[in-house]
């Protein structure tokens, strides 16, 4: 019954999985919108505290932060809820998109109802970024760190390691100087040793129940060399969907044709190209998190056995890919609380959530790159004045980000 009074905040939490394109990094803008601003479940400087504390940790970031709003309201079975609310829109989504696929061309799934998503999505993006900046920046060593951090993010956006490489760095600087001394003691958080017991435990027997099934030869070993391949996926990719999509290619589509392995494995798991480039070309017009393309892959590499095997091969994809991030979260992070009363962690903390917002305006300036120039030879002042229109609404009206989204919908379709 306790759970009762924080069905608003689920609904809430619906919505935003029904409204929320752009990736982990427009994700947290559209957080700030909601959860800050306009529902105020957290402050901003919490919001910040778990941007940083998950760019640390392997997974789903946007997933694992919204995950800590839930554990914050009502602990961990409002976590649990909150990130099952959270992923089941899109992945429900990218699984019947593996159904649907045998019917369509690929072209026949693009559509201009999208067209202006990337623009809105670096809108709230340029919001998140403003708002980071007036709450991290306060003097000359975290201009500094913000500086380096965007600079050095932009230029090397693709390297996975580079931005957990940047918040050490970040935190390393600023304790360099001792002026700034650790918050009020808090409570330790009681850590639960059994999360990451369990992470380790599964992780473990996942791997050599594949190997074994692999040597073996079993005949419906499938389902378990799936699960072993996403769940790995999911512990230990750094850098968000984009780095996991590169993963799943190589795992999926491109070993499969390997001759060494054809000869060592040949019921490898394996996805054709085409297939693969349909659902990550849709992921990133998906609300939600992009670590639902999972759903996807899952359904199509069992897409042959028929439709219970196929419908299993989902299912598989969103549990093995979004469990790893659950469980690491719910572990590390009272660990992550208790160290905060140390002096050097805290003094850690200003400079790394200075390079987290430098991450921040570097995503903006990449996404704003990343728009092909026959879009902006075609309708290049709309991107600009939606770009302009999303901040200035979520800057200074109190518009629902997702009112936001569907009328950047309807503007697609109708310009």
């Keep these: 019954m306790a759970l009762v009074r924080h069905i608003p905040f689920l609904k809430a939490v619906l919505l935003h999985s029904l409204t929320a394109f752009g990736g982990p990094q427009g994700h947290f803008g559209m957080m700030l919108k909601t959860f800050v601003h306009d529902r105020k479940d957290i402050s901003h400087e919490e919001l910040m505290d778990y941007n940083a504390f998950c760019q640390?940790?392997?997974?789903?970031?946007?997933?694992?932060?919204?995950?800590?709003?839930?554990?914050?309201r009502g602990g961990v079975s409002l976590a649990i809820l909150t990130l099952l609310v959270w992923i089941?829109?899109?992945?429900?989504?990218?699984?019947?998109?593996?159904?649907?696929?045998?019917?369509?061309?690929?072209?026949?799934?693009?559509h201009d109802v999208f067209k202006y998503?990337?623009?809105?999505?670096?809108?709230?993006?340029?919001?998140?970024?403003?708002?980071?900046?007036?709450?991290?920046?306060?003097n000359t060593i975290t201009r500094v760190i913000v500086s380096a951090s965007a600079t050095l993010s932009f230029a090397f956006f693709k390297i996975p390691w580079m931005i957990p490489l940047l918040i050490v760095v970040g935190g390393f600087v600023t304790n360099l100087s001792d002026r700034r001394y650790p918050q009020a003691e808090e409570n330790r958080k009681k850590i639960n040793w059994a999360n990451i017991w369990l992470f380790a435990l599964i992780f473990l027997v996942a791997g050599f129940l594949s190997e074994t099934?692999?040597?073996?030869?079993w005949q419906n070993r499938r389902p378990i060399n799936l699960f072993e391949n996403t769940y790995r996926f999911g512990s230990i990719v750094f850098g968000?969907?984009?780095?996991?999509?590169?993963?799943?290619?190589?795992?999926?589509?491109?070993?499969?044709?390997s001759e060494k392995v054809m000869q060592r494995n040949p019921n490898v798991v394996r996805i054709t190209r085409d297939?693969?480039?349909?659902?990550?070309?849709?992921?990133?017009?998906?609300?939600?998190p992009v670590f639902s393309i999972s759903s996807f892959m899952g359904g199509i590499a069992m897409s042959d056995r028929g439709t219970g095997w196929q419908v299993l091969g989902c299912i598989i994809g969103t549990?093995?890919?979004?469990?790893?991030?659950?469980?690491?979260?719910?572990?590390?992070?009272?660990?992550?609380?208790?160290?905060?009363?140390?002096?050097?962690?805290?003094?850690?903390?200003?400079?790394?959530?200075?390079?987290?917002?430098?991450?921040?305006?570097?995503?903006?300036?990449?996404?704003?790159?990343?728009?092909?120039?026959?879009?902006?030879?075609?309708?290049?002042?709309?991107?600009?004045?939606?770009?302009?229109a999303t901040w200035l609404a979520l800057h200074y009206s109190r518009i629902p980000s997702p009112v936001l989204v569907v009328a950047c919908l309807l503007l697609g379709i109708l310009v």
Excluded at 132 to 137: G, H, P, S, T, V
Excluded at 213 to 217: G, I, P, Q, T
């Design 240 to 257: 968000g969907g984009q780095v996991l999509v590169a993963l799943m290619y190589e795992q999926f589509v491109v070993r499969p044709e």
């Design 319 to 388: 549990v093995a890919i979004f469990l790893p991030s659950l469980l690491l979260v719910l572990f590390f992070f009272p660990i992550w609380n208790n160290l905060k009363k140390y002096a050097i962690v805290f003094r850690a903390l200003e400079g790394i959530n200075a390079s987290v917002v430098g991450f921040l305006i570097a995503s903006t300036l990449y996404m704003l790159k990343d728009i092909p120039m026959p879009e902006w030879a075609d309708h290049g002042w709309m991107n600009l004045a939606v770009i302009v």
């Design 213 to 217: 099934a692999r040597k073996n030869d």
């Design 117 to 138: 998503v990337a623009p809105m999505t670096i809108g709230f993006l340029a919001y998140a970024s403003t708002v980071a900046f007036r709450l991290a920046i306060h």
């Design 56 to 72: 640390m940790l392997p997974g789903a970031s946007s997933t694992q932060v919204l995950t800590l709003v839930g554990y914050k």
């Design 275 to 288: 297939d693969f480039y349909t659902g990550a070309g849709i992921v990133r017009a998906m609300p939600g």
């Design 88 to 110: 089941l829109p899109a992945s429900l989504l990218m699984g019947a998109l593996s159904f649907l696929l045998r019917y369509f061309h690929n072209k026949e799934l693009q």
